[in-house]
């Protein structure tokens, strides 16, 4: 929540700002607020798992060599509540990270943001960003 | 909302009206894709008498979910009750907007995967509208009330151990139960929503009541008998629990706490109420009082509308993909080596 809209808002929803913090684990003892990261890749393997889903993504380096990543992303249970199943997303599918890096240095990320390369943010929305047509 | 509302709803001391909360777009540049249907439909609430069990059972059955942008206590700044409807609705929209809103970047709030994109911000996941300025409902200011010398020397005195125990990364055992999928802070009991799949299945059958937290899948089968209960010695997360019904209310009572979850400080001894009356067909007034006269000197109760959902509740198996736990762990130790090169490199 940024500094402006923190001020705008009414005390009484000020409980809001510590949103994230219920969440499972605090995010800042996992990943480095000091290394925001940007990558592109492909995805080889969604695991649906709790208490957060991880996305298995190769990308390839400036040497042309390709690596694979791990990033954390969120628990699926309300995704599939709104309709996404693992086979929503195609394995393939292309999409750019924002995100910050683990604080051991491997190649592993919360993924801030998750952009297709249409511009769309994935399940943002509900709806089904790699569906084939054909399931 | 007005009086006359009120009262055509049938529903003492909460009011109850579905709300979808239209998704904000993130960011500009982002072209928002359809919006979510709603998973409830709207409904104008009526009198209404709950169907009975085969057994004869007022039927609580079904998903519920707690979810609401309401607080606990109410805010220093607001001296009433109720909202409006109007403004009801308004903070709803503001607080779902705040939910989408972006974080500043480089701050630790930004340090997170975007809820929104996951559906997990609580408008995607629909929610009765709670006229209630706080959930709290007595003592009237809403508010918990002051805790009592003893309270505050325990809760010093948990401050203390746990200082002692070191930094929250340092061992397993420092980090929070929630953390290490032990139970979730908000489930309970009392039960109250957390950030994001705040769903319960309610089955009935005969002398039982069974209900099931889709975090952790937590689970109570509550006998409705006058069984002994457990010995003072026997302590359990949730609680030991006896339910009865009460005309149309389910009166679940419970003890036996444990003082490592200590629900907003209180004692291992906490005597716990709740209250489970089906007001609508798609609404179940859940209330709850907490009596710990060791941690406050009086009783204090609060009132949250559970709203219908869609089924089934999912699969939360939360301690086999904890990856993040080992990972925080090996986070803290690589900075730790980190930290102690450096020194090696400034005493040199």
């Known amino acids: ?135 | 909302m007005t009086r006359r509302f009120l009262a055509s709803a049938g529903v003492v001391g909460i009011v109850v009206a579905m709300v979808w909360l239209p998704r904000v777009p993130v960011a500009a540049q982002v072209v928002p894709l359809a919006p979510v249907k709603p998973l409830i439909p709207a409904k104008t609430a009526k009198p209404w008498t709950a169907p009975r069990t085969p057994d004869g059972q007022p039927d609580l059955q079904g998903f519920w979910t707690n979810n609401t942008y309401t607080p606990l206590e109410r805010a220093k700044n607001v001296t009433k009750e109720f909202f409006t409807e109007q403004e009801a609705l308004k903070n709803a929209k503001r607080a779902a907007e705040a939910e989408g809103e972006q974080t500043e970047p480089g701050t630790v709030a930004d340090v997170h995967y975007d809820f929104t994109q996951f559906g997990l911000d609580r408008s995607q996941g629909g929610m009765a509208l709670n006229l209630r300025t706080s959930l709290i409902v007595d003592p009237p200011d809403g508010r918990i009330p002051p805790m009592t010398a003893e309270g505050q020397r325990r809760a010093a005195a948990r401050a203390e151990a746990r200082k002692r125990m070191g930094a929250p990364t340092d061992a397993v055992q420092n980090l929070p139960l929630s953390v290490r999928c032990i139970i979730m802070d908000r489930a309970g009991p009392p039960m109250l929503a957390g950030a994001y799949n705040n769903n319960y299945q309610i089955v009935q059958a005969p002398g039982y009541v069974m209900i099931l937290v889709e975090m952790i899948h937590d689970v109570r089968i509550i006998p409705l008998d006058s069984r002994p209960r457990l010995p003072q010695n026997v302590r359990q997360w949730t609680g030991n629990y006896l339910g009865r019904w009460e005309g149309e209310t389910l009166v679940v009572e419970s003890t036996n706490f444990t003082d490592k979850t200590a629900f907003q400080g209180a004692s291992a001894n906490m005597h716990l109420t709740e209250r489970f009356t089906r007001v609508a067909e798609d609404v179940i007034r859940y209330q709850f009082t907490v009596d710990d006269p060791a941690t406050w000197a009086k009783p204090w109760s609060a009132e949250v509308p559970w709203k219908k959902t869609i089924g089934p509740l999912f699969e939360h198996a939360c301690a086999e993909g904890n990856y993040a736990l080992a990972n925080t762990l090996r986070g803290a130790r690589a900075e730790e080596k980190r930290a102690a090169e450096a020194a090696t490199k400034v005493s040199k």
């Open chain 1, 1 to 135: 929540m940024s500094a402006k809209l923190a001020v705008g808002v009414a005390g009484v929803w000020l409980l809001l700002a510590a949103g994230p913090a219920w969440a499972h684990h605090a995010f800042s003892a996992e990943f480095d607020i000091n290394k925001p990261l940007k990558i592109q890749g492909t995805l080889t393997k969604w695991e649906m798992i709790n208490p957060h889903s991880w996305f298995h993504v190769d990308v390839k380096g400036p040497d042309g060599n390709v690596v694979p990543w791990l990033i954390e992303g969120g628990s699926p249970n309300q995704l599939i509540r709104l309709g996404v199943t693992k086979y929503t997303l195609r394995i393939g599918t292309e999409f750019v990270i924002e995100g910050y890096l683990a604080k051991d240095g491997e190649n592993r990320a919360v993924g801030r943001n998750f952009v297709l390369a249409d511009g769309r943010r994935l399940f943002l929305g509900g709806s089904s960003p790699g569906a084939d047509p054909g399931k």
